[in-house]
Every structure is written in C-alpha cells, then in structure tokens.
C-alpha cells in the first residue's frame, strides 16, 4: 500500500510558479527526447523549455494532476477520474498513456530540483504510486 500521506507532504513543498511549472516537461525531453515530438517540440532545445509559456501552462496543469494522484489513490473513483484527466490530457497531444510509464523519472527529477529532493523512501512511494496507475490504466483498456 502507498503511503500517500508521504507523498502528500512532499507535493506539499514543490512550490508551482511560472519558474517551476515547466521542469516538468524539461526533465521528460531530456530523458525520453522522443516524447517531445507529442508536444510539437522536438526542435526546441531542453534547457528553452522552462522560459516557453506553452510549457509553463502545461506544467502547472499536468503537475497539478500528478499532484492529486496521492490524495485520491485510496478512493477507486477518485482514482479513476484522476487517472482520466491525466489520460484526457495527453490524448489533447495525441501521447500514448502507453508512453505513460516514462513519465515518473521526469517527475521525480522535477520533484528533486524543486521540492527539496527526493528520499529513497519517496522515491520507493512514488514508483509504487506510477506502477498502479500504469497498471489500473492497462486493466481498464486504456491502452
């Protein structure tokens, strides 16, 4: 079971302004450049990411999804509906939720830069966290 107070907490302390939001995003076309092409973005260098406003609105909204992830991981429907805005969100950019699996090592290195790191007991939480939306958005036929 995850701890979700755990996580909570640690949303709690990643301060999302327009200097943050879009680290997201940055972090996700370093690690995995082939997703940038979903957002239209293949040709935009990494470290630009942040000063995009495109990027900066992206992030606060799809960071304020995974945010509420914990809050809701032990109410199914919650869950559910949480899931589905993230799912609704990426389909906006044609990105696979099969692609859904690389997005925590950019979250957690967004949560590392600006949410005064991440412990390995975070760490251990969220990865339990992602490995069940992965799986509940595979059990449902989401992809």
Request: hydrophobic share 40%; aromatic share 14%; glycine share 4%.
């Amino acid at each position: 079971m995850v701890n979700a107070d755990l996580l909570k907490k640690h949303t709690s302390a990643y301060k999302l302004t327009r200097d943050t939001a879009a680290e997201f995003h940055k972090q996700l076309f370093t690690l995995h450049p082939e997703l940038a092409k979903y957002y239209d973005a293949e040709d935009i260098d990494p470290d630009r990411i942040p000063k995009a406003q495109k990027f900066i609105m992206l992030g606060q909204q799809e960071l304020q999804f995974l945010f509420r992830l914990p809050a809701v991981i032990n109410e199914e429907r919650d869950w559910r509906s949480a899931l589905g805005q993230i799912k609704e969100a990426y389909s906006d950019f044609n990105f696979p939720i099969s692609e859904f699996n690389k997005v925590p090592d950019a979250f957690l290195a967004a949560m590392e830069k600006h949410a005064g790191g991440v412990t390995p007991e975070q760490k251990k939480e969220w990865e339990a966290l992602f490995d069940k939306a992965y799986k509940d958005m595979k059990s449902w036929g989401w992809y």
